[in-house]
């Protein structure tokens, strides 16, 4: 009994502190995380459960939260490759519980935005596949696989690149590339080398 009296006083406080921050948040959602997390009843499983979801299972706890309620959208944040579930009411959650770390238009519909790099965040054995040879042959020459040359590009450069309705991130980068291959190569050639250079180009005019 104690116990559990103990677990209702601990989740009045999460609430109560998750509501001062995020007055829209919603109890039942919370209730849940709060549960899934702290089942064990031990502070080292809680703490196991929420780094397995929160670093590399992101995207299938996001799942789990909208099968579980039956609404809402599982988004992709563009600048921090991380996975979230987003309610109705444009309140977003991860493991941890309300996601406050972003602004509007960084949470993306993620099948629409990761297209072929949502198998990355899967973890069943299979590998992304990029079509185009010549971009994945310049990747690696810059020490680099292509999903890791694809998403970093897509955040230093290429997030404010337009190329139509509903792009993915991998035909958005392979665009900016093929338009930027020559700075993004100078670009890469320096951090390969730990030119301490390199990161000044981020704020010139080259891009």
């Known amino acids: ?27 039942q959602v919370l209730k849940f995380i709060f549960d899934f997390v702290n089942l064990q009843g031990t502070p080292e499983s809680a703490e196991a459960i929420y780094k397995q979801f ?24 563009r600048n921090y490759s991380h996975i979230v579930w987003k309610d109705y009411n444009e309140v977003a959650y991860d493991v941890g519980g ?33 079509e185009n040879t010549e971009f994945v042959d310049w990747a690696k020459h810059y020490g680099m696989t292509p999903v890791y040359a694809i998403t970093d590009i897509y955040k230093r450069f290429a997030s404010n690149h337009k190329i139509g309705y509903n792009a993915t991130i991998v035909n ?9 291959k020559n ?22 005019d080259v891009f």
């Open 183 to 204: 700075e993004l190569g100078l670009f890469y050639a320096g951090k390969k080398h730990n030119s301490s250079e390199y990161e000044e180009m981020i704020s010139m």
């Open 172 to 180: 958005t980068v392979l665009d900016y590339w093929g338009s930027h």
């Open 1 to 27: 009994m104690n116990k559990m009296k103990n677990k209702e006083d601990e989740f009045k406080k999460y609430l109560e502190e998750t509501k001062n921050i995020e007055a829209n948040a919603d109890e």
């Open 54 to 77: 929160e670093s590399g299972y992101c995207y299938y706890f996001a799942v789990i939260l909208q099968a579980a309620f039956n609404r809402g959208t599982v988004c992709w944040h």
């Open 98 to 130: 309300v996601f406050y770390d972003y602004n509007k238009g960084d949470l993306l519909p993620v099948e629409e935005s990761l297209g072929e790099l949502l198998t990355d965040f899967k973890h069943n054995g299979e590998e992304v596949k990029i």
